[in-house]
């Protein structure tokens, strides 16, 4: 039995003691990991995530911060660890249902594991090693005709996919196309099952609604009306970010995304990927992994945000299917001579992906990031009695809400999100936060308002660039 699964358990074992090296101890700003302390903190109180809610991740998150081991923040940055293991695997063996010898998608597995992108975010809180684990759950559902629960398990995993993130919209054709060798569309009765059950996983989403209705601390949106809801879901917030992005800047990020290819699988490992993706591959295989590889890169490339390059994880995935086909055409061709040529060849695969490990660790390693604790423990220590802290910057903001809400500490302090006060959702989560607090929800507040309506209470001022907690106005 344990033969059988001795390519699971290397892949395991590898991924677990690269990530558990690597994966911050608490809170952390590292690789791009500020949205951590909101998430963390919206998951231990019962609270509503930034746009769009994230649901679904919500809850595993609390579920993993019941564990008794360690901080807060290190046991929801474990969900993003097991995530992707458990996304790795089911990569490996939806390459072996596709007739892919073990040891080869054992090496595709292991690179896709071990590239940058996907091991920064395992070893932080964030959602994309949940969204990972889904996305080829799906793609495994829709190349197995006879997978468990049919139509049924693939519009569920295409909808809590949705409930955790909106991109998974991107896949909507591929939940058209039935699930057989040729690419043909599903049946009526096959595309109904799959409608209901991914309408039962997207009403994820509704739980969001249930949680804000009882005026949790971290409550964007404020969503107990359909109005706000759909302006949470539907990331309004982030709309201007859509194509927002100049046409002469296309090329530079075409460009720069080649250069994030070959970062996250070596020169040799995008030759092989390029060669698999005109090897043979089965044209359902072929057809679903270029519309995943294109519309995502296509995506992250328009997509305005600093951060968009996060969004090429599927991609990555798809990529990693076709390194997986590259090296079996490759196997076989050494095979005719002799078959130790072609077990050589994965061999030789899984100890280049393993000596690139020393040179990628230092480049993810969030183990010794201390910023955020540091930035908390001095908040702790600073802030005046009963101040109000006017924090600017989602490092600042989201780290005060993880050491002030998630963690209880300094109860005597408001803290209060500058950025948001324009909202008037934002005003009324803090009057019923801090019901001591002199402030008018409904028409919104300004924090010169909030300032002249308490004026007992000491000021400060915290941004991500000046970690300070008092100050004059600026």
């Known amino acids: 039995m344990a033969k059988k699964h001795i390519h699971s358990l290397i892949l395991a074992g590898m991924l677990t003691l690269c990530y558990a090296i690597t994966l ?18 919206a998951a231990a109180t019962n609270g509503v995530a930034h746009p769009s809610g994230y649901p679904l991740y919500l809850l595993l998150a609390r579920a993993f911060q019941a564990i008794p081991v360690g901080a807060l923040a290190f046991r929801t940055n474990l969900l993003s660890a097991v995530c992707t293991i458990l996304a790795a695997l089911a990569l490996q063996a939806l390459l072996r249902r596709q007739d892919i010898p073990a040891g080869i998608a054992l090496a595709a597995a292991l690179a896709f594991g071990l590239a940058p992108a996907i091991w920064s975010q ?26 468990p629960g049919g139509d049924w398990t693939r519009g569920l995993l295409f909808g809590l996919a949705t409930s955790n993130h909106l991109t998974t919209l991107i896949l909507l054709p ?45 409550n964007w949106g404020n969503p107990v009306t359909l109005e706000n809801l759909w302006w949470l879901v539907s990331g309004r917030l982030y709309a201007a970010y859509l194509f927002g992005i100049l046409p002469a800047d296309v090329m530079l990020r075409l460009r720069a995304f080649a ?47 600093y951060d968009s390059q996060v969004y090429l994880i599927p991609a990555y995935i798809a990529f990693a299917v076709w390194l ?5 055409d490759i196997s076989r061709a050494l095979s005719t001579r002799s078959p130790r040529l072609a077990q050589l060849a994965a061999i030789l695969v899984i100890i280049g992906l393993t000596a690139r490990i020393p040179f990628i ?9 201390r910023r955020a604790e540091q930035f908390g423990a001095q908040f702790v220590a600073s802030a005046p009695h009963s101040a109000l802290i006017f924090a600017s910057g989602d490092e600042a903001i989201f780290a005060l809400w993880y050491f002030h809400y998630a963690l209880g500490q300094r109860r005597d302090v408001v803290v209060i999100a500058d950025d948001l006060l324009v909202y008037p959702w934002y005003t009324d989560t803090l009057a019923h936060t801090y019901p001591s607090l002199n402030i008018s929800p409904a028409i919104g507040a300004s924090r010169y308002e909030i300032i002249a309506n308490n004026p007992d209470r000491p000021v400060c001022y915290v941004s991500n660039t000046q970690a300070q907690f008092c100050g004059a106005t600026p």
């Open 122 to 147: 395992a070893v932080i809180s964030e959602v994309y090693g949940l969204q990972s684990l889904l996305l080829i759950l799906f793609l495994y559902g829709l190349f197995d005709e006879h997978f």
């Open 361 to 369: 660790l230092p480049t993810v390693d969030a183990s010794r990031d």
């Open 324 to 328: 997986a086909y590259g090296l079996q």
């Open 174 to 218: 591929l939940l058209l196309l039935r699930s057989c060798p040729q690419p043909r569309l599903v049946s009526p009765g096959g595309f109904t099952k799959r409608a209901l059950a991914c309408t039962l996983g997207v009403s994820a989403y509704l739980l969001l609604s249930l949680r804000a209705s009882f005026h949790p601390p971290i």
């Open 24 to 41: 911050a101890p608490g809170l952390t700003w590292a690789n791009g990991g500020a949205d951590g302390g909101d998430l963390i903190t």
């Open 259 to 305: 250069g994030l290819l070959l970062e996250q699988f070596s020169l040799p490992g995008v030759l092989l990927g390029v060669y698999g993706l005109f090897s043979g591959l089965p044209r359902r295989t072929l057809l679903a992994s270029l519309w995943v590889f294109i519309a995502f890169t296509s995506f992250a490339i328009l997509y305005g945000s």
